[in-house]
């Protein structure tokens, strides 16, 4: 959900469930707060703070449920340039610092500083839909980190329906790829996500 109180600042509250298809157990929950500035047609800065909320084990069919709570507070800077021809493309980079608490801590720790970079491209097929393909690799960057300086990479694609000023929607694919905290083990995950945007203008 936006809020756009000036052509400058939109500040924005963001929800995000993560589930398991074939059992629906929770995997990820995600709220998060800030606020943008547009700078100008190229670039926007942001400030927010997201709570990650991690149910352990990582496992669909698994009886017990723990959760690894964590707080993470972010800045990024994107940018974007319209060739004028339907086509734009797209990075950010949004450092974040991930201060985590385990469910037998009784208090957060700082884990690591990570490095987020994303860079893609954006198709307007006409005024109501648009594709989108982007890429997203995650650095950690700690004197703690030794094995996995490389966190993870993220590839998606998907299309994105504007029913007015106010809705939109997008679904698409995102294939998670990433290096476990030793360094030795590596999994990814396929998931399919839908994504409701509401853009409430108080200018």
């Known amino acids: 959900m936006h809020f756009q109180f000036s ?20 995997h ?16 926007t ?16 069919d698994a009886n017990k449920k723990q959760i690894q709570d964590e707080l993470r507070p972010q800045l990024s800077i994107s940018f ?8 734009i493309f797209l990075s950010r980079i949004k450092p974040e610092l ?3 608490r385990t469910p037998d801590a009784a208090s957060y720790r700082l884990r690591t500083l990570r490095l987020r970079m994303r860079m893609g491209v ?14 997203e690799i995650h650095m950690n960057i700690s004197n703690r980190i030794v094995r996995n300086v ?7 694609a998907g299309i994105n329906y504007k029913l007015n000023d106010q809705f939109q929607f997008e679904t698409g694919y995102l294939y998670w790829f990433q290096q476990s905290s030793s360094g030795d083990d590596f999994f990814s995950r396929n998931i399919v996500y ?10």
Not at 29 to 38: A, N, Q
Not at 45 to 60: E, I, N, R, V, W
Not at 80 to 87: A, F, V
Not at 122 to 135: A, G, T
């Open 7 to 26: 052509e400058k600042w939109t500040p924005f509250f963001d929800v995000e469930e993560r589930v398991y298809a074939s059992t629906l157990r929770q």
């Open 28 to 43: 990820h929950f995600l709220p998060s707060i800030g606020t943008r500035y547009k700078v100008d047609e190229h670039f």
């Open 45 to 60: 800065l942001s400030a927010a703070m997201m709570y990650f909320g991690l149910t352990l084990p990582q496992d669909p």
């Open 80 to 87: 974007k340039y319209d060739t004028g021809s339907n086509l």
């Open 98 to 100: 991930r201060y985590i």
């Open 122 to 135: 954006k198709y307007l097929i006409n005024n109501k839909f648009d594709v989108k393909l982007l890429e």
């Open 150 to 156: 490389f966190d993870q990479n993220r590839l998606s």
């Open 194 to 203: 839908f994504t409701i945007k509401h853009d409430l203008n108080f200018n």
